[in-house]
């Protein structure tokens, strides 16, 4: 029975929110069910009563209560007043329907009152107020439609009115765009600011469970919205949907528009007034009677009603050129109310502008029978004059046509294409949950162009299928709280990013449920706990792609260790905390005694001074600066890098700022208060004024004024490599004597607007035959070999050849070359120590989802890579064999099937390489030094 009662109570709410969505809300609702347990019981005495027949009269006796209760408005109506103050509601005079607040309903929006120049008794309240919508470019209702018992053989009229009013005292009506769904519904626009503008749609009562009406921006003023309806009324063609542009009530002759209570299913009929028609009444006593028993929604003061032609012979409906529609369908409503004696015969067909036969030859109204006749569809764009529609007499008939009522539609593929169900409510919950809001409106899936951010949305490729969500990245979306345990619910979710936010508490296990999942993503949190054995299982398995890094709190599955410090760890922190500051202070009191040393230095001064001539030879300067001054004051650099506003990047010797020179973007690298700072520009400069090449940044000028030294580079803008993820061979074989870097990391290979790389920083560089330089490196030491340079505090060509090395393992792998674990794992461990057990799926950096030639070209990169970092330097390749190599594990790609990617693809990054790599080819060089 408790099983029972539970089914009965989900019935119920699912009628009760989606007939009367405000009820949800109301204590009554509660105060049944609080009785619903003493029915149950009750029930179970009355032994000549079956159980489902109990449980139907349970069910029937709850909704017939929750009616009476909430009687202001007929099954499946909603009224909402847009822009009307939460929980406010009152009834309209003339249709006694009740209008509530859209508050409850909408996520977005401005209320606002229109001018009171524009409020007066003639117009309805409902139009006193608006909601704008001010912020982004689709905003969206959500109107519920579960009525099982309702819906069938039923459609939905959805009505958006608009009243503009100088709400905004603009005294400019904006034009916009209005949306069902998926559908494109129509355009809104103005005559004047007191225009009142009705937008209707037939829309399918399929079972979703909502209707999504969205306005959207076309930068032609700013949304908003009047009254928002939902009416339930009669299917009578399954394939008329669409927008509605004409109702008219012909036999009208006191000029009023007809809807609730006379229409049950409050359909707004206009008057048709034109000189070329005559009204005729019914004479009989019950007008009622006119409607048959099957049509019993149409309105007796409608249908008792008609109009004949003036010239006794035809009647024809003139439609603007606006109603201009590809494909439209009419229905004409009949019914005949004059009582015809003797020979009287009234016998009509029907055509319409563009149709080559008569839609119906000959037809003869019964009395005091309403009937449809279908017109259409007319498939066939009318003149440019609009269309028409005829009623003819025959020539069997002794009296002229008729016609009491017609109705336009203007025919439109409703989209039946829309997130399922599920998944809606789901995603729901997780929007409510994090707060949600940036597009997230309306279909997760529906429109292509609307789709939410951070989703992806297949299905089955048929147009009746509903839409899965299959991808869910919100990675550093600053999410707060738990992991969603609706996510769980997105049940065909193959990809989950939950990076870099700020959630706390458990892995859920719900996860290791979803089945279809491939990727999982929840590194840089604040989670704790054991991770669900099965989601470690399925990464082992190589099943699951599975990051969960960075996330201090979280262990293997077993017991978790408690992390805390002991005493002794406290004293000895403490201790070398208070030794460092003391160091420090002593540090940089001595950098800023060194530092006002530089400024004054002849040496210096003398340095500067042949760089000034050495770069006046260059003849690309001139082009790329458009001026022959290189030299370039403080106040100037000031002015050139807008006060420093922007920073690009940090070097080990410097800040990186953007500037603008002349037409020419440049990038502005200021040296930083270091004594050996200096000794790096020197370096740079010297090189970079001999040495030119397309894959090397290009030195356009500098300052040295005081203690203010500046490089001006070109700009790169597509960052480093670090930051996207080729020259090195040049320096190696192409210059006379050869160069080393000695830096060559992700950081120091920029990306110019091709993702051409370009190698920078060339403040550690050193010529080979300079044996005497004992300089020491500051550099950073994770892509240099360690051991070696501790031992010599020297470095050669087959350093530079190691520090690629780690590149190409950066890139390959997409981590770090340190981990950011307490372990501080060096990425060639890292490798090293995964490889014998795991395949190469497993090592490859996961976002690039496997769409690259994995068994042949990744793993010969990665045999490249390996060989480039091998810890002794006679071992490693030279930069030249490395050149041929990655060649050739380019080839191996481009022969191999592979499906296209949404990322960086292998080739762009083979490419990128092989120029950092193999510039040294063909390129001259000043080679004098």
Same mark, same amino acid.
């Given at each position: 029975?408790?099983?029972?009662?539970?089914?009965?109570?989900?019935?119920?709410?699912?009628?009760?929110?989606?007939?009367?969505?405000?009820?949800?809300?109301?204590?009554?609702?509660?105060?049944?069910?609080?009785?619903?347990?003493?029915?149950?019981?009750?029930?179970?005495?009355?032994?000549?009563?079956?159980?489902?027949?109990?449980?139907?009269?349970?069910?029937?006796?709850?909704?017939?209560?929750?009616?009476?209760?909430?009687?202001?408005?007929?099954?499946?109506?909603?009224?909402?007043?847009?822009?009307?103050?939460?929980?406010?509601?009152?009834?309209?005079?003339?249709?006694?329907?009740?209008?509530?607040?859209?508050?409850?309903?909408?996520?977005?929006?401005?209320?606002?009152?229109?001018?009171?120049?524009?409020?007066?008794?003639?117009?309805?309240?409902?139009?006193?107020?608006?909601?704008?919508?001010?912020?982004?470019?689709?905003?969206?209702?959500?109107?519920?439609?579960?009525?099982?018992?309702?819906?069938?053989?039923?459609?939905?009229?959805?009505?958006?009115?608009?009243?503009?009013?100088?709400?905004?005292?603009?005294?400019?009506?904006?034009?916009?765009?209005?949306?069902?769904?998926?559908?494109?519904?129509?355009?809104?626009?103005?005559?004047?600011?007191?225009?009142?503008?009705?937008?209707?749609?037939?829309?399918?009562?399929?079972?979703?469970?909502?209707?999504?009406?969205?306005?959207?921006?076309?930068?032609?003023?700013?949304?908003?919205?009047?009254?928002?309806?939902?009416?339930?009324?009669?299917?009578?063609?399954?394939?008329?949907?669409?927008?509605?542009?004409?109702?008219?009530?012909?036999?009208?002759?006191?000029?009023?528009?007809?809807?609730?209570?006379?229409?049950?299913?409050?359909?707004?009929?206009?008057?048709?007034?034109?000189?070329?028609?005559?009204?005729?009444?019914?004479?009989?006593?019950?007008?009622?009677?006119?409607?048959?028993?099957?049509?019993?929604?149409?309105?007796?003061?409608?249908?008792?009603?008609?109009?004949?032609?003036?010239?006794?012979?035809?009647?024809?409906?003139?439609?603007?050129?606006?109603?201009?529609?590809?494909?439209?369908?009419?229905?004409?409503?009949?019914?005949?109310?004059?009582?015809?004696?003797?020979?009287?015969?009234?016998?009509?067909?029907?055509?319409?502008?563009?149709?080559?036969?008569?839609?119906?030859?000959?037809?003869?109204?019964?009395?005091?029978?309403?009937?449809?006749?279908?017109?259409?569809?007319?498939?066939?764009?009318?003149?440019?004059?609009?269309?028409?529609?005829?009623?003819?007499?025959?020539?069997?008939?002794?009296?002229?046509?008729?016609?009491?009522?017609?109705?336009?539609?203007?025919?439109?593929?409703?989209?039946?294409?829309?997130?399922?169900?599920?998944?809606?409510?789901?995603?729901?919950?997780?929007?409510?949950?994090?707060?949600?809001?940036?597009?997230?409106?309306?279909?997760?899936?529906?429109?292509?162009?609307?789709?939410?951010?951070?989703?992806?949305?297949?299905?089955?490729?048929?147009?009746?299928?509903?839409?899965?969500?299959?991808?869910?990245?919100?990675?550093?979306?600053?999410?707060?709280? @738990?992991?969603?345990? &609706?996510? *769980?619910? =997105?049940?065909? +979710?193959?990809? %989950?990013?939950?990076?870099?936010? !700020? $959630? #706390? /508490? @458990?892995?859920?296990? &719900?996860? *290791?449920? =979803?089945?279809? +999942?491939?990727? %999982?993503?929840?590194?840089?949190? !604040? $989670? #704790? /706990?054991?991770?669900?054995?099965?989601?470690?299982?399925?990464?082992?398995?190589?099943? %699951?792609?599975?990051?969960?890094?960075?996330?201090? /709190?979280?262990?293997?599955?077993?017991?978790?260790?408690?992390?805390?410090?002991?005493?002794?760890?406290?004293?000895?922190?403490?201790?070398? /905390?208070?030794?460092?500051?003391?160091?420090?202070?002593?540090?940089?009191?001595?950098?800023?005694?060194?530092?006002?040393?530089?400024?004054?230095?002849?040496?210096?001064?003398?340095?500067?001074?042949?760089?000034?001539?050495?770069?006046?030879?260059?003849?690309?300067?001139?082009?790329?600066?458009?001026?022959?001054?290189?030299?370039?004051?403080?106040?100037?650099?000031?002015?050139?890098?807008?006060?420093?506003?922007?920073?690009?990047?940090?070097?080990?010797?410097?800040?990186?700022?953007?500037?603008?020179?002349?037409?020419?973007?440049?990038?502005?690298?200021?040296?930083?208060?270091?004594?050996?700072?200096?000794?790096?520009?020197?370096?740079?400069?010297?090189?970079?004024?001999?040495?030119?090449?397309?894959?090397?940044?290009?030195?356009?000028?500098?300052?040295?004024?005081?203690?203010?030294?500046?490089?001006?580079?070109?700009?790169?803008?597509?960052?480093?490599?670090?930051?996207?993820?080729?020259?090195?061979?040049?320096?190696?074989?192409?210059?006379?004597?050869?160069?080393?870097?000695?830096?060559?990391?992700?950081?120091?290979?920029?990306?110019?607007?091709?993702?051409?790389?370009?190698?920078?920083?060339?403040?550690?560089?050193?010529?080979?035959?300079?044996?005497?330089?004992?300089?020491?490196?500051?550099?950073?030491?994770?892509?240099?070999?360690?051991?070696?340079?501790?031992?010599?505090?020297?470095?050669?060509?087959?350093?530079?050849?190691?520090?690629?090395?780690?590149?190409?393992?950066?890139?390959?792998?997409?981590?770090?070359?340190?981990?950011?674990?307490?372990?501080?794992?060096?990425?060639?461990?890292?490798?090293?120590?995964?490889?014998?057990?795991?395949?190469?799926?497993?090592?490859?950096?996961?976002?690039?989802?496997?769409?690259?030639?994995?068994?042949?070209?990744?793993?010969?990169?990665?045999?490249?890579?390996?060989?480039?970092?091998?810890?002794?330097?006679?071992?490693?390749?030279?930069?030249?064999?490395?050149?041929?190599?990655?060649?050739?594990?380019?080839?191996?790609?481009?022969?191999?099937?592979?499906?296209?990617?949404?990322?960086?693809?292998?080739?762009?990054?083979?490419?990128?390489?092989?120029?950092?790599?193999?510039?040294?080819?063909?390129?001259?060089?000043?080679?004098?030094?």
């Amino acid at each position: 029975m408790d099983n029972s009662m539970a089914l009965v109570k989900y019935r119920y709410n699912k009628y009760v929110e989606a007939i009367y969505p405000s009820f949800s809300q109301l204590s009554y609702r509660v105060s049944i069910f609080d009785h619903m347990d003493h029915l149950g019981k009750l029930l179970t005495f009355q032994n000549c009563l079956s159980g489902d027949f109990a449980l139907y009269s349970v069910f029937q006796f709850c909704l017939t209560l929750t009616i009476l209760v909430h009687a202001q408005n007929p099954p499946g109506f909603i009224s909402y007043d847009c822009g009307l103050e939460d929980e406010q509601k009152y009834r309209d005079n003339n249709t006694k329907l009740t209008y509530e607040s859209d508050n409850p309903y909408i996520e977005s929006g401005e209320s606002y009152s229109i001018s009171a120049e524009y409020k007066n008794n003639s117009l309805g309240r409902q139009f006193w107020n608006v909601r704008s919508f001010p912020e982004g470019n689709r905003n969206c209702y959500s109107l519920p439609t579960f009525i099982p018992d309702l819906t069938s053989g039923n459609q939905y009229i959805i009505r958006a009115r608009f009243m503009y009013g100088n709400y905004d005292h603009k005294n400019s009506p904006p034009k916009f765009d209005l949306y069902l769904g998926a559908t494109f519904w129509d355009s809104v626009e103005f005559e004047n600011e007191y225009t009142i503008v009705t937008k209707e749609f037939r829309y399918p009562s399929r079972f979703d469970d909502y209707i999504h009406v969205c306005l959207c921006n076309t930068n032609q003023g700013t949304p908003f919205i009047s009254v928002l309806e939902r009416r339930l009324t009669s299917a009578d063609f399954d394939f008329c949907h669409g927008m509605v542009l004409a109702r008219y009530n012909l036999g009208s002759d006191d000029g009023k528009i007809v809807r609730y209570p006379d229409d049950v299913s409050d359909r707004i009929w206009t008057p048709y007034t034109s000189d070329e028609l005559y009204h005729i009444n019914t004479s009989h006593p019950d007008p009622e009677k006119i409607v048959k028993s099957d049509l019993k929604g149409l309105p007796s003061i409608v249908m008792a009603t008609a109009a004949i032609p003036a010239n006794g012979n035809h009647i024809t409906l003139k439609f603007h050129p606006r109603f201009n529609a590809s494909e439209h369908f009419s229905i004409a409503y009949i019914a005949e109310i004059q009582n015809l004696h003797g020979n009287q015969v009234r016998d009509l067909e029907i055509s319409a502008t563009g149709q080559p036969t008569v839609f119906v030859p000959s037809y003869r109204p019964r009395y005091l029978e309403a009937e449809l006749l279908g017109l259409g569809p007319q498939r066939e764009a009318a003149p440019e004059d609009g269309w028409q529609i005829w009623i003819n007499r025959t020539r069997n008939s002794t009296l002229p046509p008729i016609l009491n009522a017609i109705e336009t539609v203007q025919l439109k593929d409703v989209s039946p294409s829309h997130t399922h169900r599920n998944d809606y409510e789901a995603i729901k919950k997780v929007k409510k949950m994090y707060g949600i809001t940036r597009n997230w409106q309306g279909d997760p899936c529906t429109p292509r162009a609307s789709i939410w951010e951070g989703l992806n949305c297949t299905n089955s490729g048929s147009e009746i299928d509903p839409y899965r969500i299959t991808h869910l990245d919100l990675s550093s979306w600053g999410l707060k709280d @738990n992991i969603s345990p &609706s996510i *769980s619910d =997105l049940i065909h +979710l193959r990809y %989950l990013d939950l990076s870099n936010n !700020k $959630l #706390t /508490g @458990n892995v859920p296990d &719900s996860l *290791s449920q =979803l089945e279809l +999942l491939t990727f %999982l993503n929840i590194e840089g949190n !604040k $989670l #704790t /706990g054991t991770i669900p054995a099965e989601l470690i299982g399925r990464s082992n398995n190589k099943k %699951l792609q599975f990051r969960w890094e960075r996330n201090p /709190g979280l262990c293997y599955p077993g017991p978790c260790k408690e992390k805390g410090m002991s005493n002794t760890a406290i004293a000895v922190v403490a201790t070398f /905390g208070g030794a460092f500051i003391i160091v420090l202070f002593a540090t940089t009191f001595s950098i800023f005694k060194k530092r006002q040393q530089v400024g004054n230095n002849p040496k210096t001064q003398g340095f500067y001074s042949n760089i000034s001539k050495r770069m006046m030879v260059l003849s690309n300067i001139k082009k790329k600066v458009g001026s022959e001054k290189q030299q370039l004051t403080y106040a100037e650099i000031l002015s050139v890098t807008n006060n420093f506003e922007r920073i690009v990047g940090k070097g080990g010797f410097g800040t990186v700022y953007h500037g603008q020179l002349g037409n020419t973007q440049v990038a502005v690298k200021m040296l930083s208060p270091s004594t050996q700072g200096f000794q790096q520009f020197q370096s740079e400069a010297n090189l970079l004024t001999r040495v030119h090449h397309k894959c090397l940044t290009s030195l356009l000028g500098y300052c040295h004024e005081g203690t203010n030294i500046a490089h001006i580079y070109e700009y790169m803008p597509n960052g480093d490599l670090a930051m996207h993820l080729s020259g090195l061979e040049y320096l190696h074989n192409g210059c006379k004597p050869p160069i080393i870097h000695r830096d060559i990391k992700p950081r120091n290979i920029l990306l110019d607007e091709n993702f051409r790389g370009k190698i920078a920083d060339f403040g550690l560089s050193r010529i080979f035959p300079d044996e005497g330089d004992t300089h020491v490196l500051t550099a950073e030491f994770h892509h240099l070999f360690p051991c070696r340079y501790y031992t010599s505090n020297r470095l050669n060509e087959k350093g530079d050849v190691f520090s690629f090395g780690v590149v190409l393992l950066e890139l390959i792998t997409g981590q770090p070359v340190i981990t950011k674990t307490e372990e501080k794992t060096h990425i060639i461990q890292w490798v090293g120590s995964i490889m014998p057990e795991r395949e190469i799926h497993d090592i490859v950096d996961s976002r690039l989802q496997g769409e690259f030639g994995i068994e042949f070209s990744a793993r010969r990169a990665l045999d490249i890579a390996l060989a480039c970092v091998q810890p002794r330097p006679i071992n490693r390749p030279s930069m030249s064999q490395v050149v041929m190599e990655l060649k050739q594990c380019l080839v191996m790609y481009q022969i191999t099937p592979h499906s296209d990617a949404n990322y960086l693809t292998e080739s762009d990054t083979s490419n990128m390489l092989i120029d950092v790599s193999n510039s040294m080819d063909s390129v001259s060089v000043e080679s004098s030094l």
